[in-house]
C-alpha cells in the first residue's frame, strides 16, 4: 500500500521511490525511522499535505461511500463545513433565523423495515440472514399456499412459456426462481453473456401480480453463476416498488430449506424450470408479514461564500464539486460481484474535486485579504453537492433556488474526479460558453504544468450541466479517460495522484480568481455538447479503451438496478439526434438494430460500426411500473462534434 501511494503521488515524486534515497529529513522526525509517506507528502508540499488529509478522510470507508441520508454523509458534510468556515468564508445561504451552511431539498423517500416475518409451521425464517424484505414489495400480511413458479418468465427464446393459458394465482404465495433458465454451468441458456431482458424484475413481479400472486418469494437461484446470488436485496438499498404485495427475497440455503419442508428438492424443481415453465404446488401454506415505513429523505447542498467587494460584489463565480457516492452501490455500481455490498468509497469520484474545492476556499480567501480596500471583487461561492450521482440533484435544487438570480452568475467552475491524472492529462469542457472565454483561457492553460484538453462544449454529465441550462458560462474540469475503478470499491484514495489534482485545484483556482476581479462580464453562449470522458469496462487488468466512435446519439445513461439489462436514460441533449428521434427521459433502451443491450459496453460495440447518416431502428420501454410500453423508434445518427 506504501508504494501505491508512492507512486500515486509521482510525478515528481518519482525519485523517493528507489530504496535507499537520499532525502531531506523531517523536522522533529528522530534518526532512523522509517516514514516513505511522510517524507513523500513533505517533499510534495503543504498544498500535497492538505489535499491528502481532505482526500483520505472523505473517501474513509467509516463514511459508508457518502450515500445521501446516511450517518457517513452526514459527516461528510459536517467536514466540509468546518473547512469552509475555518477558511474564513461565510454561511452562504439565508434563513428567517440567519444564515446557514445548508440548502436542503426533497430526495424522495427512505424506506424501512418495521416487521418482517416468514413462517412455514413450526419453521421460521431469520431476517437479515434467512430472508430480507425488499424495497420491490408493499406492505401486507398473507397467509396462503406455496405454488413454485420457476423463473416466472411469461415467454422466452425456443417457445419456452412460464405459465399454463389461464394460470390463476389468487391468493398464492409463490416462490420465484432469480435470473432465468441455466445451462450445466449456471449461466444463462439465452444470453451472449450476462442476462437477457426476460430476468429482469419489472417483468417477473408484474406477471405474478396479473395472476394474482398474494405475496413472493424471490430465492436465489442454486447453482448461478453470479456473484449476487450471495446477497439480498433490502428495503434500505433504495430499490424502487414494482409490485404491491409484499416480497421477501431468500437466499439459496433458505429457499431450500422451505422447500424441503414442503416435501421437495430445490435443485431438481431448478432442473424442471430450465427446460420449461413450471408451476408446481407444494402442498403447504406460508405466512409473510411485511411492514414497510416510509419517511421523507431530505438532502443538503454545503455552501459557503467569499463575499465580494465593490461593484461587482453582487456578482458570484461558484466553484462547485460533488460531495455525495454510492454508498455499498446498490445503485451505480459497475462491479456486480460488489453491489449492494461493499462500500464504494469514491476517492476520485468526488473525494477528489471537493478536496480541490477545499484548498481554492483557503487560497482564495487569502488572496482577498490582499486586496486594497477600494478593489473590486465578485462573490464566489464554494458549493458542496448532493445527490449528483442519483441525477445532479444538489445542483439542480440549487439552480432552482439560488442566492442571487442565475442572470447574476457569471461563472461556474465544475471538478468531477481529478485524482487520477494520468500524463498530467486534464479535460477541460466548456471554454465556448461565453463569448471570447476560450481565448481568455489560453494563458491559464498554457501556464499550467498540466496537459490541458479544451474542448467547446458541455456534456451533459455532472453538475456544471444545470447551470448551463440555466445559461450560466461554465467550466468542467474531469480526467479524460474514466478508469476501470469508476464506481467500483477499488476508487480508493491509496490510488489518487495528488500532486497533479493540486495542480488542477490551482489552475482552477488562478481561473477563478481571475473570473472574479474580470471587470467585464461573461456573456452566456450556448455552446452544443461535449464528449464523455471514454469509460474503460471492468476487468482485473489495464484494458484496452472502448472502441472510438465516430457518431452521437445525444443521452446520458443513468444508474440501473445491478444487474438489469439495457440503459436507462438519464438526459436527453437538446437538439440531439436522440431528441430528433422522440427519445425521453426515463426510456430504458433495451434493442439497437435488431439486437438486444445487455448494457452499455454492448452498445458503444454496436455504434462504433456506424457511420454518421446511418439510420437505425430501435427499442425503449416506456412509462410507469410495473407496466412499461415497448416502443419502436428510429433515429439517425449525426457525427460526433
Known amino acids: 500500500m506504501i508504494l501505491a501511494l508512492l507512486l500515486a503521488l509521482a510525478p515528481p515524486l518519482g525519485t523517493l521511490l528507489g530504496a535507499p534515497c537520499p532525502v531531506p529529513a523531517l523536522q522533529g522526525a528522530p534518526a532512523g525511522v522509517e516514514a516513505p509517506v511522510a517524507r513523500a507528502l513533505a517533499k510534495a508540499g503543504p498544498d500535497v499535505v492538505q489535499f491528502d488529509e481532505h482526500l483520505v478522510f472523505l473517501a474513509s470507508p467509516f463514511l459508508g461511500g457518502r450515500l445521501p441520508g446516511t450517518r457517513g454523509m452526514e459527516l461528510a458534510k459536517d467536514y466540509v463545513q468546518f473547512h469552509l468556515e475555518r477558511a474564513g468564508l461565510e454561511p452562504a445561504f439565508a434563513t428567517p433565523e440567519g444564515g446557514s451552511w445548508r440548502q436542503p431539498f426533497q430526495l424522495g423517500s427512505r424506506r424501512s423495515v418495521a416487521e418482517q416475518s416468514l413462517k412455514l409451521g413450526e419453521l421460521a425464517f431469520l431476517p437479515g440472514r434467512d430472508f430480507e424484505t425488499t424495497g420491490h414489495g408493499a406492505s401486507g400480511s398473507v397467509e396462503g399456499d406455496l405454488v413454485f413458479v420457476g423463473y416466472g418468465v411469461e415467454e422466452g427464446p425456443d417457445g419456452y412459456r412460464g405459465y399454463p393459458e389461464g394460470t390463476d394465482l389468487d391468493g398464492k404465495v409463490c416462490v420465484l426462481l432469480r435470473f432465468e433458465p441455466l445451462d450445466e454451468q449456471g449461466l444463462s441458456r439465452w444470453a451472449r453473456r450476462g442476462w437477457s431482458p426476460e430476468a429482469t424484475f419489472q417483468k417477473k413481479f408484474r406477471a405474478l401480480a396479473q395472476r394474482g400472486a398474494a405475496a413472493i418469494l424471490l430465492v436465489n437461484t442454486p447453482g448461478a453463476a453470479d456473484p449476487r446470488t450471495d446477497s439480498l436485496l433490502a428495503v434500505s438499498q433504495g430499490v424502487e416498488p414494482l409490485v404491491e404485495v409484499p416480497l421477501l427475497h431468500l437466499s439459496t440455503a433458505a429457499g431450500q430449506r422451505l422447500v424441503a419442508a414442503c416435501g421437495g428438492d430445490l435443485a431438481d424443481l431448478r432442473a424442471r424450470a430450465d427446460a420449461e415453465g413450471v408451476v408446481a404446488p407444494l402442498g403447504a401454506s406460508a405466512s409473510v408479514v411485511s411492514r414497510i415505513e416510509e419517511q421523507p429523505l431530505v438532502a443538503e447542498n454545503v455552501g459557503g461564500l467569499l463575499r465580494g467587494r465593490g461593484a461587482l460584489a453582487s456578482e458570484i463565480v461558484v466553484v462547485g464539486a460533488h460531495l455525495d457516492h454510492l454508498g455499498t452501490g446498490s445503485f451505480g455500481s459497475r462491479d456486480a460481484a460488489s453491489a449492494g455490498r461493499e462500500v464504494h468509497p469514491g476517492a476520485d469520484d468526488n473525494a477528489s474535486g471537493v478536496a480541490g474545492i477545499l484548498l481554492m476556499a483557503d487560497w482564495l480567501e487569502e488572496r482577498r485579504r490582499a486586496l486594497p480596500e477600494d478593489a473590486d471583487q465578485r462573490s464566489v461561492l464554494f458549493l458542496a453537492f448532493s445527490a449528483e450521482e442519483s441525477g445532479l440533484n444538489g445542483a439542480r435544487a440549487y439552480v432552482q433556488a439560488p442566492i442571487a438570480p442565475l442572470d447574476q452568475h457569471a461563472l461556474m467552475l465544475n471538478f468531477d474526479m481529478i485524482g487520477r491524472i494520468v500524463d498530467r492529462r486534464l479535460s477541460v469542457s466548456g471554454v465556448g460558453t461565453a463569448e471570447g472565454l476560450d481565448a481568455w483561457l489560453a494563458p491559464h492553460f498554457a501556464s499550467s504544468p498540466l496537459a490541458v484538453e479544451p474542448s467547446e462544449g458541455v456534456p451533459p454529465a455532472s453538475d456544471h450541466w444545470e447551470f448551463y441550462r440555466g445559461e450560466v458560462p461554465v467550466l468542467f474540469g474531469i480526467i479524460p479517460v474514466l478508469h476501470a475503478d469508476y464506481h467500483t470499491p477499488r476508487d480508493t484514495a491509496v490510488q489518487i495522484n495528488r500532486v497533479d489534482a493540486v495542480r488542477a485545484a490551482q489552475l482552477f483556482g488562478d481561473i477563478a480568481w481571475d473570473a472574479a476581479r474580470r471587470p467585464e462580464p461573461f456573456r452566456f453562449r450556448a455552446a452544443g455538447s461535449g464528449q464523455v470522458p471514454t469509460l474503460r469496462p471492468v476487468t482485473p487488468q489495464e484494458p484496452p479503451r472502448l472502441p472510438q466512435l465516430r457518431v452521437s ?89
Open 553 to 641: 446519439f445525444g443521452v446520458v445513461p443513468g444508474p440501473l438496478e445491478p444487474g438489469q439489462p439495457g440503459i436507462r436514460i438519464a438526459t436527453v441533449v437538446e437538439d440531439s439526434a436522440a431528441e430528433a428521434a422522440g427519445v425521453r427521459v426515463g426510456d430504458l433502451l433495451v434493442e439497437w438494430g435488431g439486437k438486444r443491450l445487455g448494457d452499455v459496453p454492448d452498445w458503444v460495440v454496436l455504434l462504433a460500426e456506424q457511420e454518421p447518416g446511418d439510420e437505425v431502428a430501435f427499442r425503449v420501454l416506456r412509462g410507469e411500473q410495473p407496466d412499461p410500453q415497448e416502443i419502436s423508434l428510429t433515429v439517425q445518427l449525426r457525427a460526433k462534434r
